[in-house]
């Protein structure tokens, strides 16, 4: 038998309102976005992340800035340094009168030289040789011997002392610092580190240095002749290059003094740390690249 429809509007029935027992009243949250010191979760970690990032920030910059800066504000001391006779570097100059290619060119001489202070000492390279070593010839495969050694006589016969000149070169490979060390067969210079290689005037030929080698300034003068400060800082106690060769040094000494850097056209700037490029776009960037 069906049962009746309950009666609408009596409590207790489907058509009214609940009136029982509740578990708990709501109670809404309050609102603090109007209070400025308020601080959520939400905004606490965020700040917390700001802060942090700030900080670890700082730490990589604050270096790599200082040393930007600090670097090339540091000049090093130097002084001239009497590295011997004249005759002892100006050896193997022209004229030829029968060259052959066996013929030594010039002259390369390794030794250490003390500044004064320890960052100052250092090995350099004083190379008596070709301004342009490129115009040397070299044989073409499959070329006759006797052809070469012709074309070889023909163009070391022309040589003159003018053609020569007298560089120190640093040892330090301009790649990371590491010393390089000269090899006569290729009458150029190698780094053991990451195979940088550089020609006979210490320019770049291959490998990961972003300039040449570095170089020390050098001068004949003769010590039997006295000179003023000033006339010495505008270079008047030079001897010239072909007049000293021609005497075959003489009475005449050699000076070394302050060191320097080059780029590829063998152009002067002031000295640069290893892995500082001199000239070029990459040159501003340092140390960032």
């Known amino acids: 038998m069906a049962e009746d429809e309950p009666d609408v509007g009596v409590p207790g029935t489907r058509g009214g309102p609940y009136t029982g027992p509740r578990a708990a009243d709501y109670t809404p949250e309050p609102d603090h976005s109007d209070d400025p010191g308020y601080m959520t979760r939400t905004r606490f970690l965020s700040n917390a992340a700001i802060a942090g990032g700030g900080v670890l920030t700082a730490a990589i910059v604050v270096p790599v800035v200082g040393f930007a800066v600090s670097t090339p504000l540091h000049s090093e001391e130097f002084r001239w340094v009497d590295i011997g006779p004249a005759g002892d570097y100006l050896k193997n100059a022209p ?7 066996s013929t030594k060119i010039g002259e390369v001489t390794s030794l250490a030289v003390s500044g004064p202070s320890a960052d100052a000492d250092r090995r350099i390279f004083v190379v008596y040789g070709l301004k342009d070593p490129s115009t040397r010839p070299v044989p073409t495969p499959g070329e006759d ?8 006589a023909k163009w070391a016969s022309a040589l003159s002392a003018s053609d020569f000149d007298l560089v120190a070169i640093w040892n330090r490979c301009a790649h990371l610092g590491c010393p390089v060390a000269y090899s006569p067969g ?4 190698v780094c053991p580190c990451h195979g940088g290689a550089y020609d006979s005037r210490g320019l770049v030929i291959g ?9 020390v300034d050098i001068k004949v003068v003769d010590p039997r002749k ?10 008047d106690d030079r001897v010239p290059l072909a007049v000293a060769a021609k005497s ?3 009475g005449l000494r050699v000076l070394v003094g302050k060191p320097y850097s080059i780029d590829q056209q063998q152009q002067a700037f002031e000295l640069h740390s290893p892995g500082e490029p001199v000239s070029g776009a990459l040159s501003h960037l340092y140390p960032f690249t």
């Open 207 to 215: 490998g990961p240095p972003p300039r040449p080698l570095d170089r």
């Open 248 to 250: 075959g040094g003489a």
């Open 95 to 101: 004229p030829y009168p029968k060259p052959a290619p």
């Open 145 to 152: 011997s006797a052809v070469y050694e012709a074309a070889f």
């Open 226 to 235: 006295s000179f003023t400060p000033e006339q010495i800082a505008k270079g």
């Open 186 to 189: 290729s009458s150029g210079y």
